[in-house]
């Protein structure tokens, strides 16, 4: 029988790395995930999901996301950056950006 983790731990599972805290063996409080050795979040979990304050980084230079997280998604207020160089500062709702920003190329 496979014990369900609980504490500080590392998870690797379907091309995802993960680092950190787990309750009754979800992902909870702080935390790393790598997912394919490319796409970097680091920030706080709650019941497995990105939730509150994180950073997303990419392998490919420029593309990141500050902010707040949802249910695994960009929400709230946030900085956004693509490998082109664009930038948008301002609010997401469920992965999407909405509301005030503003937006720059």
């Known amino acids: 029988m496979d014990a369900i983790p609980n504490g500080v ?9 993960y680092e950190g805290h787990f309750v009754d ?21 709650v019941k497995g999901l990105l939730e509150g ?7 490919k230079p420029g593309l990141s996301y500050t902010g707040n997280f ?3 998604k960009e929400h709230g207020q ?3 950056a693509s490998e082109k ?3 948008y500062e301002g609010g ?6 909405e509301g005030k920003g503003v937006y720059t190329t």
Do not use: P
């Not at 304050?53 to 392998?59: I, N, R, V």
């Open 9 to 17: 731990g590392v998870e690797v599972m379907n091309n995802q790395v």
């Open 25 to 45: 063996g979800l992902r909870e409080g702080k935390g790393k995930l790598i997912i394919d050795n490319n796409i970097e979040y680091e920030g706080d979990f």
């Open 53 to 59: 304050s994180a950073t997303m980084k990419s392998q």
């Open 70 to 72: 949802l249910n695994g």
């Open 78 to 80: 946030g900085n956004w």
């Open 85 to 87: 160089g664009e930038k």
């Open 92 to 97: 997401f709702a469920n992965g999407k950006r």
